[in-house]
């Protein structure tokens, strides 16, 4: 193994800021890719519903 020990994984010799830092980046980016479609869509879906809702209540009026 590269490590002794466990907390001289956490510590990456003396990369362990830079290392962890890097991880952390990469995992919101990668979070984010798949959030903000999912909510984009939730959103336009909530706006197409309320449309809907709009036009049958203008053709109730007529």
């Given at each position: 193994m590269a490590f002794d020990s466990?907390?001289?994984f956490l510590a990456m010799?003396?990369?362990?800021?830079?290392v962890w830092s890097?991880?952390?980046l990469s995992f919101a980016i990668i979070l984010w890719n798949v959030l903000?479609?999912?909510?984009?869509?939730r959103r336009w879906?909530?706006?197409q519903v309320a449309q809907?809702?709009?036009?049958?209540?203008?053709?109730?009026k007529s």
């Open positions: 466990f907390a001289e010799g003396t990369h362990a800021p830079y890097a991880y952390g903000q479609p999912w909510l984009v869509r879906l909530k706006e809907m809702k709009r036009d049958a209540r203008e053709v109730r």
